[in-house]
C-alpha cells in the first residue's frame, strides 16, 4: 500500500493533476485526477491528504460554465467525471464549497425520470463540441455504472432514486452491468454494491447480497480473472472483484475466496509500485443503448466499439490501492 501510494503520489504533475489513458484523446486528466485524488484521499498520511486537496484545487480552478467537469479540459462536461470529482470534494470536505455545489446542480440536471444517470444530456451540443454528426442516443442514456459512481454521494439529493435505479437494474445473477467498461460486470458491481452498502433499507440489503453471491460464484470460476484484453490476468478487475466479496458479511466460504484474491493481487504489483494497467475503457458507438447487441469489440484501437487501457497504470493502481484499503478495514491485513 505504502509503494501504491507513493508510486501515485510521485506521478502527480506541478498542477496537482494527474493524467492516465494516454491514447485517448490527449489522455484524461480531468476525470483521472479525480478518480486519483479521491482514492489517496482515503490513505489519511498528511503527504496523500496534501496530493487530494492539491487535486481538488486543480479541479475546482476549471472554469466550466457547465459547473461539471469532463474526461479532459477539451472534452465535453459530463456526469460521470462531475461524480467522481465531488466524491474527492466529500473526501477531504470541500463539498460544501460553491464549486461542489455548482457541480452537483449540473449532475442533478442528467438524473432521467427511472432515477438513473446518463453520461451525457445534451446531444445537439455534443454534436456542436465534437465535430461528430452522430445520434448520441446511446449516449444520452442512463447507465448503471455511472449512477452507481454517483449513488455514493451524500449531498446528492437524487441519491434515494439513484439506489431506487440501482435495484430495478440488477441482473438476475446479482451484477450490473456497465456501459463503458471492458470488464463491464466487475465495475458496476463494485460501484453499486459499495454505494448500497451504506443504506439499511431492506431492499438495499437484499440487492448488496445478491451482489456478493455473484462475486463469489465469479470467483470460484475464475480464481484469476483473465480476458481477451488481459489474457494474463487482470488486477483491475480482480481488485473490483475483491472490494465486493469484503462487503460480504459471515459466511465460511468468503475468507476463502477473499484470500487468494488479495495474494494474486500483492504478487501481481510491480516493483516500482504500481500494477499492470488493466483497466479497459470501451467506446460503444454512440447510438447504441444495450452493449450486448455489439458483435465485437476492438481491442487496442480507437475506433466504433473500441478498447483501449490505462496506459499508465495509474488508474488500475488506485483501484488496486481502494481494495487493499477495504481489505485492511475488513481485518484481511495486519
Keep these: 500500500m505504502s509503494a501504491a501510494t507513493q508510486h501515485l503520489l510521485a506521478s502527480q504533475d506541478a498542477r496537482g493533476c494527474w493524467l492516465d489513458f494516454p491514447a485517448v484523446g490527449s489522455g484524461s486528466d480531468e476525470w483521472v485526477t479525480a478518480y486519483i485524488g479521491a482514492a489517496v484521499a482515503a490513505v489519511g498520511t498528511p503527504a496523500a491528504q496534501s496530493a487530494a486537496r492539491n487535486a481538488w484545487t486543480s479541479l475546482a480552478a476549471r472554469r466550466r460554465w457547465s459547473g461539471g467537469w469532463g474526461y479532459m479540459a477539451a472534452a465535453p462536461t459530463d456526469a460521470d467525471s462531475t461524480a467522481t470529482a465531488l466524491r ?13 455545489w455548482r457541480a452537483r446542480l449540473f449532475l442533478g440536471q442528467h438524473q432521467l425520470a427511472s432515477g438513473g444517470l446518463c453520461t451525457y444530456i445534451w446531444p445537439r451540443r455534443m454534436v456542436w463540441q465534437t465535430g461528430l454528426r452522430e445520434t448520441y442516443k446511446g449516449w ?9 459512481n454517483a449513488a455514493h454521494l451524500a449531498r446528492f439529493r437524487g441519491r434515494r432514486r439513484l439506489r431506487g435505479y440501482l435495484q430495478s437494474h440488477q441482473l438476475a445473477d446479482g451484477s450490473w452491468r456497465a456501459y463503458w467498461w471492458y470488464d463491464e460486470k466487475a465495475c458496476a458491481t463494485a460501484l453499486a454494491a459499495e454505494a448500497l452498502a451504506t443504506s439499511s433499507d431492506p431492499a438495499d440489503v437484499a440487492a448488496l447480497e445478491r451482489a456478493v453471491r455473484w462475486a463469489m460464484t465469479d470467483a470460484t470460476r475464475h480464481p484469476v480473472i483473465t480476458t481477451q484484453a488481459a489474457p494474463d490476468g487482470s488486477p483491475y478487475a480482480m481488485a473490483l472483484r475483491l472490494r ?17 484474491s488479495l495474494a494474486w493481487l500483492l504478487a501481481a504489483q510491480r516493483p516500482d509500485g504500481s500494477w499492470a494497467p488493466s483497466a479497459w475503457l470501451r467506446f460503444p458507438p454512440t447510438e447504441v443503448e ?17 478498447v483501449l487501457p490505462d496506459g499508465h497504470g495509474l488508474f488500475t493502481t488506485a483501484t488496486v490501492l481502494t481494495a487493499l484499503l477495504a481489505a485492511l478495514e475488513g481485518g484481511l491485513l495486519p
Excluded at 140 to 148: D, K, P, R, W
Design 140 to 148: 444520452c442514456s442512463a447507465h448503471a455504472c455511472v449512477s452507481a
Design 244 to 260: 465486493v466479496l469484503l462487503l460480504g458479511k459471515g459466511g465460511g466460504a468468503l475468507p476463502l475466496l477473499q484470500l487468494p
Design 290 to 306: 444495450d452493449t450486448t447487441t455489439i458483435p465485437e469489440w476492438h481491442i487496442g484501437t480507437m475506433m466504433r466499439a473500441g
Design 88 to 100: 474527492l470534494a466529500e473526501a477531504i470536505g470541500a463539498d460544501r464549497t460553491v464549486r461542489a
